[in-house]
């Protein structure tokens, strides 16, 4: 996982690989404000962004997820949420294997799980294997305008 703000993309620049940037660049140079909620491409279906709006819930209602084909670059446009984090661990319990469906992995329990605090501009970058728990109350339910690019790890070869 890697985690910053959109606000100091620039000096984070040299530490990240050329596919990454060009999703940065996409959330930082785009206004999500009057955007509808929904799948934009950005380089076809390897790369494209999903703008969406919910509540945070409880931390014990929400599901713990990981990607096997795609990187997770999420981006808190507006509002602040908790995303629990762990790195790939053979002791997680799995719930249920949709990876030929959605590319995703759900799980019953993660050890040691950790909290990452995303607040408006910030971004964490999710690389397939971690596990994560996003949308998350922190401070309480709150409204929240996040973008998620999904990333096909074909692109970082």
């Known amino acids: 996982m890697f985690c910053s703000s959109i606000k100091i993309l620039d000096a984070n620049r040299p530490t990240l690989p050329k596919a990454l940037l060009k999703a940065l660049d996409y959330l930082k ?11 934009y491409e950005i380089d ?21 997820e990981a990607h096997v084909k ?14 629990g984090y762990a790195p790939a661990d053979p002791a997680a319990e799995v719930l249920e294997n949709l990876v030929d469906k959605k590319d995703m992995i759900t799980y019953k329990s993660i050890p040691n799980e950790t909290e990452v605090i995303l607040t408006e501009g910030m971004y964490a970058i999710l690389f397939p294997g971690e596990i994560h728990r996003p949308q998350c109350n922190y401070k309480g339910e709150t409204k929240v305008r996040k973008v998620v690019v999904k990333a096909a790890m074909d692109l970082l070869k």
């Open 44 to 64: 076809g279906p390897a790369m494209f962004a999903l703008v969406q709006e919910y509540q945070t819930q409880p931390k014990e209602t929400k599901k713990a």
């Open 70 to 83: 795609y990187i997770d670059v999420q981006y808190v446009y507006s509002g602040s949420e908790i995303v």
């Open 29 to 39: 140079n785009t206004d999500f404000s009057k955007m509808e909620i929904g799948k």
